[in-house]
């Protein structure tokens, strides 16, 4: 593993992020077809914990640079918010409107979305599932875990951060405990809190709060618990997302700009990807041409997924990092610019 304060470049977790949402899209586009096609987005539903890995490494990684205090959560929180809410309510309007324009048009026999503002409503704070609604767009679930996870990450983040090895081991068990007692409850956080873990030991070695042979303990006890209860690929998934966090170092520009864009991507990717694979899936003789078809719809997800993180995404990124909390521990460049992607 390479120590803390080397050159770990923010274009491995960009890097990452693109390969994972590219993966969701994949899976999502393949889903129901023939064998041979979906035999190849078979495993693309592990990007969803390749994003988790990543947040449970650059959120702490980034509060640790900041020198969060329990009183900055309320502006922590606004920084998510101002960061995350704007391309996802975007995002939610497109669905609504594909939904709605697909229902107006009588060919294509579409029933209406049948959402009712109280449904839609619950969206604002991620809330669907916890009461038993339906989300506009499915994919939505794992954006309440993540929001879930920035709730309780900082609210214990000067537990995990502490220099006391005795306190850091102590909250983790604190933690694994609420995993035990709500594993089955795949709705919270808590469900998917071995997966976050990993992410961040990851971030406690980078940081210098934890050496070499306790991180790999660590990170070996927790793949027995993910194997255990989340099954072997989530665990080596998990796995190999904070080893390659941890010791690769990735700058390709390509890569670079997939994972630019990959919250817009995976924003979209139902409702313009799947939607228009769905649309001409409809024409004589489409069966032959399937493959095509998803290529069809990769195309457009990544165009309109261009079009959202340019007008609307990056302008949030902007909002997001004027909230700042003003205390930085002056790292090192290299790793300013990990810190910075949180913003």
Not at 291 to 308: N, Q
Not at 338 to 343: E, G, T
């Amino acid at each position: 593993m390479s120590r803390p304060g080397s050159n770990q470049k923010i274009a491995t977790l960009s890097a990452l992020r693109g390969l994972a949402a590219l993966a969701v899209c994949w899976y999502h586009f393949t889903y129901g077809q023939s064998a041979a096609l979906k035999h190849t987005g078979n495993y693309g539903w592990l990007g969803v914990e390749v994003f988790f890995v990543i947040s449970g490494f650059i959120i702490p990684y980034s509060l640790y640079q900041r020198n969060y205090r329990f009183s900055d959560y309320g502006r922590f929180m606004m920084k998510r918010m101002a960061r995350l809410h704007p391309p996802y309510l975007a995002s939610i309007f497109v669905t609504l409107l594909i939904a709605y324009g697909m229902f107006l048009a009588p060919w294509l026999h579409s029933p209406g979305p049948g959402f009712s503002l109280k449904q839609l409503a619950l969206h604002f704070f991620y809330l669907n599932d916890l009461v038993g609604q339906p989300w506009v767009n499915v994919a939505y679930w794992t954006l309440a875990i993540e929001f879930q996870w920035y709730l309780f990450v900082g609210l214990t983040f000067s537990l995990v951060a502490h220099r006391n090895p005795w306190i850091q081991t102590s909250t983790i068990i604190g933690w694994v405990t609420l995993f035990r007692i709500f594993c089955a409850q795949d709705k919270i956080v808590f469900h998917s809190l071995p997966i976050f873990l990993v992410g961040v030991f990851i971030f406690q070695y980078r940081a210098g709060l934890m050496g070499a042979t306790r991180t790999v303990a660590c990170l070996s006890l927790n793949f027995l618990m993910m194997e255990k209860f989340h099954g072997q690929p989530v665990a080596y998934t998990a796995l190999a997302t904070g080893l390659l966090i941890a010791t690769v170092s990735v700058d390709n520009r390509v890569l670079n700009w997939f994972g630019e864009i990959s919250y817009s991507v995976y924003l979209l990717h139902l409702p313009i990807g799947v939607g228009l694979i769905g649309l001409l899936s409809r024409m004589p003789y489409s069966g032959s041409y399937l493959l095509f078809i998803d290529f069809a719809g990769l195309l457009a997800t990544l165009a309109a997924s261009w079009v959202l993180y340019r007008w609307v995404e990056a302008p949030s990124q902007g909002w997001s990092s004027r909230l700042s909390f003003g205390r930085a521990q002056a790292p090192a460049p290299q790793m300013q610019r990990v810190a910075a992607s949180a913003d």
